[in-house]
């Protein structure tokens, strides 16, 4: 099993729809959890951490199960701008700086 | 917030030279940094964990003696790619951390590498 796994996507939804990206994780001593998103030809930025009791930013809301070792990023009204590649990020060394990267969703909001 | 500053953005060489990348943290003292590397529609992948005042760490199938990784200062990593090859080919990323262990990493800019 890989360390981090995501949705293979593509997604392509319309603008104002609702999508939803799952990831797993294979280290249950994962301790911390990130979504960062990737523009083309561009470096990975922070979207959001994700805590234990769930958390929202606006449209956006992440959610951790870790009986089941789940992540999940739920983005609410899609705007165009939000077409990116969403990344799982898990510290999934223990007691380490070290970040495992998923291979990311791919979303294309559409008019 | 924390920024980690890269250059240069973009580099086109000759297969056979060196390359060298550099990263630094502008606002604050990084004492671990992150090189990664990206080949189109990959995903990231560690390269090596740059120690300030310490050999790096590299991750199995990165060969240390191709890509240098020097960390002396708490601000500064770089990493050079010697006698690159068009393989070598890729976009590189540094990374560090602006605070404890669950605090997320920022990245640099990226280098986007082409040897002809």
């Known amino acids: 099993r890989k360390e981090v796994e995501q949705d293979p996507g593509p997604f392509n939804v319309p603008e104002g729809a609702t999508v939803a990206f799952n990831c797993t994780y294979s280290?249950?001593?994962?301790?911390?959890f990130f979504w960062y998103r990737q523009d083309c030809r561009k470096e990975p930025k922070l979207l959001m951490s994700v805590y234990s009791s769930g958390n929202e930013d606006g449209r956006f809301t992440a959610q951790l199960n870790r009986a089941s070792q789940y992540i999940s990023l739920l983005i609410r009204d899609s705007k165009l701008s939000d077409s990116a590649t969403y990344l799982c990020?898990?510290?999934?060394?223990?007691?380490?700086?070290?970040?495992?990267f998923g291979k990311g969703t791919k979303l294309s909001v559409i008019p | 917030g924390a920024v980690v500053s890269q250059h240069p953005s973009w580099v086109i060489c000759k297969s056979g030279t060196s390359v060298k990348i550099e990263c630094r943290s502008l606002d604050f003292q990084a004492t671990t940094m992150f090189w990664y590397r990206q080949f189109p529609k990959q995903s990231l992948m560690l390269m090596a964990t740059s120690n300030e005042g310490s050999k790096a760490t590299y991750e199995q199938g990165v060969e240390k003696d191709k890509f240098l990784i020097n960390h002396a200062s708490l601000t500064l990593s770089t990493l050079t790619v010697t006698s690159a090859h068009p393989e070598d080919s890729s976009f590189y990323i540094c990374?560090?951390?602006?605070?404890?262990?669950?605090?997320?990493?920022?990245f640099g800019n990226g280098t986007r590498l082409t040897v002809t």
């Open positions: 280290n249950s001593a994962s301790q911390s």
């Open positions: 990020v898990v510290n999934s060394r223990a007691g380490s700086y070290q970040l495992t």
């Open positions: 990374s560090a951390r602006g605070g404890p262990l669950n605090s997320p990493l920022h």
